[in-house]
């Protein structure tokens, strides 16, 4: 079981900064990927940015060149540095971890936050 633990959400004008954080009740170094995904109002939940425990990066589109996701090993926090934001980004916020699952037929296991709103004005 992997608890996580968001905070950072809120609201900001377009063009201004937010940076997300996501603690892990445990070390994030025994988890396979962590990232951030975003739901916005009427859609479907959609991938922001990932992490691996090897530090590989992957970003959606809709978010290179603008945030950034980063992790504090020690502190067993993930965080996703927003910059240049949209209205466009307004969602909520999810953090995702993926821990390897020693099963056959299932690949990881996924665990998520709570959520995190995150609103940016025009």
């Known amino acids: 079981q992997v608890q996580l633990v968001e905070s950072g959400g809120g609201l900001v004008q377009a063009g201004g900064s937010l940076r997300l954080s996501c603690t892990a009740s445990r070390s994030i170094l025994s988890i396979n990927t962590m990232g951030w995904y975003r739901q916005a109002a009427g859609k479907q939940r959609e991938l922001v940015a990932t992490i691996t425990g090897s530090g590989g990066r992957d970003y959606a589109d809709s978010a290179k060149g603008r945030f950034i996701i980063y992790r504090e090993n020690a502190k067993n926090t993930v965080f996703l540095q927003m910059n240049s934001l949209k209205p466009e980004d307004t969602a909520v916020y999810y953090c995702?971890?993926?821990?390897?699952?020693?099963?056959?037929?299932?690949?990881?296991?996924?665990?998520w936050g709570q959520g995190t709103q995150v609103t940016v004005s025009s």
């Open positions: 995702n971890a993926k821990v390897l699952a020693p099963y056959s037929s299932i690949p990881y296991l996924d665990y």
